[in-house]
């Protein structure tokens, strides 16, 4: 990606929907006591942010190198970088059975091999933790996005919740692959469904 990219995911992670959706799939996990928390593919780190807030150590990883700075960079702004720290990284190299909490926000859909992708993820988890999973749904279209937008509950119309509609319809992601792993696995429904929070619980 490049430094545009990573301006423009800051500012859709900015929109008061989307930190608002995200804020409510944090508070999913029970308030930590300084419990590591692994948030993979951060971008510029509002997952990270968010978690850190609820009580946890946490390590945000990227691959991109701009969206790494970026997210250093709004940390620092947020005074946040007590408990986040943010470190390059793809999924093949992150420690295994290193974190309590595994998240990764608008990941997999982007994926190739998203059942890959899956266990990577869950590699990363200690066991008894939890893979927390945000993505959007078939729900989220262009009709839903404007029916929200006309409703007023963000505020005024959001075009971030405009273009994520066009990005996202119709990437999704398979619930079948979440149940195949043969861990416990929950799903809340978040943005009027358009978007779904499921936590996977990893085998003791």
Same mark, same amino acid.
């Given at each position: $990606?490049?430094? *545009?990219?990573?301006? =423009?995911?800051?500012?859709?992670? !900015?929109?008061? *929907?989307?930190?608002?959706?995200?804020?409510?799939?944090?508070?999913?996990?029970?308030?930590?006591?300084?419990?590591?928390? =692994?948030?993979?593919?951060?971008?510029?780190?509002? #997952?990270?942010?968010?978690?850190?807030?609820?009580?946890?150590? #946490?390590?945000?990883?990227? /691959?991109?190198?701009? $969206?790494?700075? $970026?997210?250093?960079? /709004?940390?620092?702004?947020?005074?946040?970088?007590? !408990?986040?720290? *943010?470190? /390059?990284?793809?999924?093949?190299?992150?420690? %295994? !059975? @290193?974190? %309590?909490?595994?998240?990764?926000? @608008?990941?997999?859909?982007?994926?190739?091999?998203?059942? &890959?992708?899956?266990? &990577?993820?869950?590699?990363?988890?200690?066991?008894?933790?939890?893979?927390?999973?945000?993505?959007?749904?078939?729900? $989220?279209?262009?009709?839903?996005?404007?029916?929200? !937008?006309? @409703?007023?509950?963000?505020?005024?119309?959001?075009?971030?919740?405009? =273009?994520?509609?066009?990005?996202?319809?119709?990437?999704?992601?398979?619930?079948? /692959?979440?149940?195949?792993?043969?861990?416990? #696995?929950?799903?809340?429904?978040?943005?009027?469904?358009? #978007?779904?929070?499921?936590?996977?619980?990893?085998?003791?």
């Amino acid at each position: $990606m490049s430094f *545009f990219s990573a301006r =423009l995911f800051s500012w859709v992670q !900015n929109a008061e *929907f989307y930190r608002q959706l995200h804020q409510e799939a944090v508070a999913l996990l029970p308030r930590g006591s300084g419990q590591p928390w =692994l948030d993979a593919g951060c971008g510029p780190g509002l #997952v990270t942010r968010l978690a850190a807030a609820h009580g946890y150590q #946490v390590l945000g990883t990227d /691959i991109d190198p701009h $969206m790494i700075r $970026m997210a250093r960079k /709004i940390a620092q702004r947020e005074a946040s970088t007590g !408990n986040t720290r *943010f470190e /390059i990284s793809g999924l093949k190299h992150l420690p %295994e !059975n @290193s974190a %309590e909490v595994v998240s990764a926000a @608008s990941l997999l859909a982007v994926m190739d091999d998203q059942p &890959a992708a899956l266990a &990577a993820l869950l590699r990363c988890a200690r066991p008894g933790g939890t893979l927390l999973i945000v993505e959007t749904t078939a729900q $989220m279209t262009r009709a839903a996005a404007r029916r929200l !937008n006309r @409703s007023g509950r963000y505020g005024a119309p959001s075009l971030a919740l405009r =273009l994520w509609s066009y990005a996202r319809a119709g990437r999704t992601v398979d619930p079948k /692959i979440f149940y195949a792993t043969g861990h416990a #696995v929950e799903k809340t429904l978040l943005l009027d469904g358009m #978007v779904a929070a499921w936590r996977l619980t990893k085998s003791a």
